[in-house]
């Protein structure tokens, strides 16, 4: 069984940066895709940004394109999502997904079978 463990959430000021890391163990998802989902209180779980684990493909919404980047070490079987000139309206909480398989539809939620805990991104205005 996979196994994601989020981190690197917090309080940060508008405009302000944060990086937040999701690592991953138990199985293996050098095939498959890695993404970040969020979700605000009272709103819909939404995509983030998506990562293939070998050929290192990123796909973002088209909202946040320019302000985040996803990346990836293979290495410490790591992804990351660092966070750029953060709104209040980027507040939610961050969900690491993942899964082994080769997916067509990576900004869809149900597409992925391993999930993180999630971390807490607070943006003060």
């Known amino acids: 069984q996979g196994h994601l463990v989020e981190s690197g959430g917090g309080l940060v000021q508008a405009g302000g940066s944060l990086r937040v890391s999701c690592a991953a163990s138990?199985?293996?998802?050098?095939?498959?895709?890695m993404g970040w989902f969020r979700q605000a209180p009272g709103k819909e779980r939404e995509f983030v940004a998506a990562?293939?684990?070998?050929?290192?493909?990123?796909y973002y919404a088209d909202s946040l394109k320019g302000r985040f980047t996803i990346s990836r070490d293979n290495a410490e079987n790591t992804v990351y999502l660092q966070m750029n000139s953060l709104k209040p309206e980027d507040t939610a909480v961050y969900y690491c997904?993942?899964?082994?398989?080769?997916?067509?539809?990576?900004?869809?939620?149900?597409?992925?079978?391993?999930w993180g805990q999630g971390t807490q991104v607070t943006v003060s205005s």
């Open positions: 997904a993942a899964t082994s398989r080769t997916i067509l539809n990576m900004r869809s939620w149900y597409a992925y079978d391993y």
């Open positions: 138990g199985r293996t998802f050098s095939s498959g895709t």
């Open positions: 990562i293939s684990w070998s050929g290192g493909r990123t």
